[in-house]
């Protein structure tokens, strides 16, 4: 099986910078896909940044500028660098990965795989 696990999570100061860091480890053929999803309190889940296989990298208007989405191949995990943070940013963070696994004779099936998804509050 998968496990996406983060960290990075806490609080933060409006205007401040945090990273956070999603690992994945397990039965993994390939990542075809990574992302970065949000939830905030009484609101939907919602993307914030992807990134594909190819390493074409896409983010939300409301992160422009302001949050990084990077990734170590050799180490199957991601980050997001998060800077000038602003109160509106509260919310779940989760990672996302579309993977194919593998057993011990090759690849096999794809599956979609989430972080645990520590809370990012950001206030005075």
């Known amino acids: 099986q998968v496990q996406l696990v983060e960290s990075g999570g806490g609080w933060v100061q409006p205007g401040g910078a945090r990273r956070r860091s999603c690992a994945a480890s397990g039965s993994i053929f390939s990542i075809n896909a990574r992302g970065w999803y949000r939830q905030a309190p009484g609101k939907e889940r919602e993307l914030v940044a992807a990134i594909t296989s190819g390493g074409n990298t896409n983010y939300a208007d409301s992160v422009k500028g302001r949050f990084t989405f990077s990734r170590d191949n050799a180490k199957n995990t991601v980050y997001l660098q998060m800077n000038s943070l602003k109160p509106e940013d509260t919310a779940v963070y989760y990672c996302?990965?579309?993977?194919?696994?593998?057993?011990?004779?090759?690849?096999?099936?794809?599956?979609?795989?989430w972080g645990q998804g520590p809370q990012v509050p950001v206030s005075p």
């Open positions: 996302h990965a579309d993977l194919r696994l593998c057993d011990g004779f090759g690849p096999t099936g794809l599956t979609g795989s």
